[in-house]
Nanobody
Framework: DVQLVESGGGSVKAGGSLTLSCTAS????????MGWYRQAPGRECELAGT??RIADSVKGRFTISRDNARNTLYLQLNSLKTEDTANYYC???????RGQGTQVTVS
């Protein structure tokens, strides 16, 4: 079965950093198109980026990487702003399988 599990979210002050992880099972992260998305209450889902491309809204602050040996996708969030508060989840782009997400709250 395909499964994606995100972790690493939490509460952080503006200007701080977090590293989110997305561990996959049932398929290979290294062989797949993977993306990170976020959704804040009352707002539409927003693409934060895919491997190799970061959305303009977070460019220069967010970085996406993956560790094929660990079958894990990462999202490094730096210089966090209050508007970055959202539930962040990873998605396999072809099948649209996604995880439940991990909450990031910036105050």
């Amino acid at each position: 079965d395909v499964q994606l599990v995100e972790s690493g979210g939490g509460s952080v002050k503006a200007g701080g950093s977090l590293t989110l992880s997305c561990t996959a099972s049932g398929f290979s992260v290294g062989d797949s198109d993977m993306g990170w998305y976020r959704q804040a209450p009352g707002r539409e889902c927003e693409l934060a980026g895919t491997v190799g491309r970061i959305a303009d809204s977070v460019k220069g602050r967010f970085t996406i990487s993956r560790d094929n040996a660990r079958n894990t996708l990462y999202l490094q969030l730096n210089s966090l702003k209050t508007e970055d508060t959202a539930n962040y989840y990873c998605q396999e782009e072809v099948s649209s399988h996604r995880g439940q997400g991990t909450q990031v709250t910036v105050s």
